[in-house]
């Protein structure tokens, strides 16, 4: 089967629809999704759908896409290997159903966001440590 561009909604659909099956059967996100975080597909894709397409198409998502983050991440931390892992299938999804320039487009957001949320989230459960030995300087003191 050729691989064809990403052209419209149905295409959004197929890709996230996809993209979640292979997420729910995941070693490692699986059980996040569906244990932990206990997902509500019926009302999650659609959602998803919205998001995508206004990512890759001319949707109008409108969203907080962090704050569902949030809350799984009290419930268990959300490291890098799970961003990691959620990029890894994205992208081998992306690639095996559509080629082209949103199909890389695709892969281009979805590494952004991996990187904006893994940032936010890291700075919950990492936060940075401030040594209050070190004297501050005033450089026009100087």
Known sequence: MA???IENRDDVQKLVDTFYSNVQNDKVLGYIFNDIAKVDWERHL???YNF???LLLEGT???NAMQPH???NKLIPLEDAYFN???EIWESTVHSLFTGEKAELAIYRA???KEVMAFKINRINHPPQHN???PIVNPDKH
């Open 61 to 63: 998502y409108t969203g």
């Open 111 to 113: 590494k952004s966001i």
């Open 85 to 87: 892992r959620w990029l």
């Open 132 to 134: 209050t030995d070190i």
């Open 46 to 48: 659609p959602k998803m």
């Open 52 to 54: 995508w397409d206004s």
């Open 3 to 5: 691989l064809k561009e």
């Open 70 to 72: 949030f809350r799984v």
